[in-house]
């Protein structure tokens, strides 16, 4: 049976300009090989120095609710081969309920909301304030049709230009992780695709650098 897999993360690299206001990761030589402390072994070690929303990231529950889920609690079962829905909205900047149609079709399901938005990355334009969101009644009807959890390819799920972020208490609040700045999205069919989204499961964190796919086994359904 043939298999398709479609990687969804940005990579991360050494001073990338990731969210506005965040420090860039830094990654260096711990040991270097030329001076790995063992005889005809020579080996590399990095140090990593980043915050948990770079690059690809999942946000848990603990990011906005301190008595919620953190990273290393998210239950596998909304991380692991959950079968994705996609919502296509590439131009609009506020997504409303309207491009969701039946919830039914949502429940369980890993909805994956495509803005395009990512063909910016790295850009100035990517980081600011014009980027693509939900509005919050598309959290509200999302808690309300039991998805596992919620993708865009945008800078954030939420509307940045204004103080208050609806999405992120709403969704968070009842437990659905967030995943923010996929990538990709053109490329994985409307349904049949299933998704894995994990994380390292580090404790007392709210959010966390991601390696996130899609896969389809057989024939999947197009666009």
């Not at 690299?13 to 260096?28: A, E, F, H």
């Not at 994956?112 to 334009?125: D, K, M, P, Y």
């Amino acid at each position: 049976m043939s298999r398709a897999i479609v990687e969804l993360s940005h990579p991360v690299s050494d001073g990338m300009l990731t969210y506005p206001g965040l420090p860039v990761p830094r990654i260096t030589t711990a040991v270097a090989r030329d001076r790995s402390p063992l005889i005809d072994m020579a080996y590399h070690i990095a140090r990593v120095d980043m915050v948990g929303p770079t690059g690809t990231y999942i946000h848990a529950p603990f990011h906005f609710h301190a008595e919620g889920a953190d990273i290393a609690e998210l239950p596998l079962e909304r991380l692991f081969n959950v079968p994705i829905v996609m919502i296509r909205a590439p131009e609009l900047r506020a997504v409303g309920p309207d491009v969701l149609g039946d919830p039914a079709r949502l429940w369980g399901k890993a909805v994956l909301v495509h803005t395009g938005w990512s063909a910016g990355w790295g850009s100035s334009e990517y980081r600011g304030p014009a980027h693509p969101f939900l509005v919050g009644e598309v959290a509200e009807a999302l808690v309300a049709a039991n998805v596992a959890l919620v993708g865009i390819d945008s800078l954030d799920i939420d509307d940045t230009s204004l103080p208050t972020r609806p999405c992120h208490h709403t969704l968070l609040g009842a437990g659905i992780p967030i995943i923010e700045q996929m990538t990709n999205l053109d490329s994985v069919p409307d349904t049949g695709a299933k998704l894995v989204a994990l994380p390292a499961p580090v404790r007392g964190t709210g959010s966390f650098p991601l390696r996130v796919v899609a896969w389809t086994e057989g024939s999947a359904v197009g666009h």
